[in-house]
């Protein structure tokens, strides 16, 4: 098995219990474990009855599971506040109020939290010194941005570079007589930071494609039978392919001798659900490796032992 894997989806469809069970089953048969939400809407502190921060916590009552909740705000702070105290370093006094005025309105930019969000991911994948590391993503939306970033950002950092190289050549071939130039290629901050960015995107990538999983989660109806294909094919065209779908919150189908109304109800329920089931399991390439029914209070405890046990997803831990 991955040493990294990831629990997507469709919002509301289960990806907190679905990913908090796995990481559960893998902390008890001695897998070390770090289970990482990274959904604004944080609700393993709710699975757990504990509550969690940004740096990995251990689980009360297991000896081998940690818990950590990314904050996307807090994310972003701290993102943006590194990119200020390094170009405040780099450029002229002059400029630096002009440097904070557009930081403080990358902010609210477009992809400004799923660049900070990458970047924890990549903290995460580089530091995390656990045999699994499971993800509890945000909505797939979300989620596929946030993945798509070393494809379309490694590109745009590849223009960047040659045209700050370009930029230094210039400065060399400008200088006159005995006087030094006013920047060099090797001692380019810039080019130096750039790069970096280049490094972690490359490594994001091959760790993405080469060591982790993706399962996607999804409910037994036609939205989010919808939604889970566009997710497996979005994913393909990324080079990530699925490992296998879970299906939860299926109805329980009611005793042979009941005909209420509520009986009947159900009944037409779970023919419509087992429609979408046979849908899920026929016309897509990832295998169902679960199917969950509805639980009648909250997953959690020894309902967390039940719903682990019903996943056919591999938990020893990578050699």
């Not at 908090?20 to 893998?26: G, L, M, P």
């Not at 002059?94 to 902010?107: F, G, K, S, T, Y």
């Not at 994913?235 to 109805?251: E, F, K, P, W």
Request: aromatic share 6%.
């Amino acid at each position: 098995m991955d040493p990294f894997v990831f629990f997507g989806g469709k919002g509301g469809v289960g990806k907190t219990t679905v990913s908090s069970a796995y990481a559960h089953r893998c902390a008890r048969e001695g897998v070390d474990t770090l289970l990482v939400s990274t959904d604004p809407a944080h609700s393993t502190a709710d699975v757990f009855d504990q509550s969690f921060s940004d740096d990995p916590t251990p689980v009360d009552g297991y000896d081998a599971l940690e818990v950590m909740e990314i904050d996307p705000e807090e994310a972003v702070d701290e993102h943006l506040l590194g990119i200020k105290r390094q170009l405040g370093d780099q450029v002229s006094p002059a400029i630096v109020n002009e440097i904070d005025r557009q930081i403080e309105l990358a902010h609210q930019t477009p992809g400004a939290h799923e660049a900070a969000l990458f970047d924890r991911f990549i903290d995460v994948m580089r530091d995390a010194d656990h045999d699994r590391v499971v993800f509890d993503t945000s909505p797939t939306g979300g989620t596929l941005r946030l993945l798509s970033l070393p494809e379309y950002l490694g590109g745009w950092i590849d223009r960047l570079l040659e045209k700050r190289e370009s930029s230094v050549d210039l400065y060399e071939k400008a200088a006159i007589g005995n006087r030094e130039p006013r920047r060099t290629a090797l001692g380019d901050p810039i080019i130096a930071r750039l790069r970096d960015r280049k490094e972690n995107f490359e490594f994001a990538g091959e760790t993405l494609r080469e060591d982790a999983s993706f399962y996607l989660v999804a409910n037994p109806d036609e939205l989010s039978v919808r939604e889970t294909r566009r997710a497996v094919d979005s994913l393909a065209d990324r080079d990530l392919s699925v490992a296998g779908l879970v299906v939860n919150r299926l109805t329980p189908e009611p005793d042979a001798g009941e005909n209420g109304r509520g009986a009947r109800f159900l009944r037409d329920r779970v023919e419509t659900e087992r429609e979408r089931l046979a849908e899920l399991e026929s016309s897509f390439d990832p295998p169902v490796v679960a199917t969950i029914e509805t639980r009648v209070s909250e997953v959690k405890g020894d309902l967390l032992d039940e719903v682990a046990a019903e996943l056919d997803v591999p938990v020893d831990a990578p050699a």
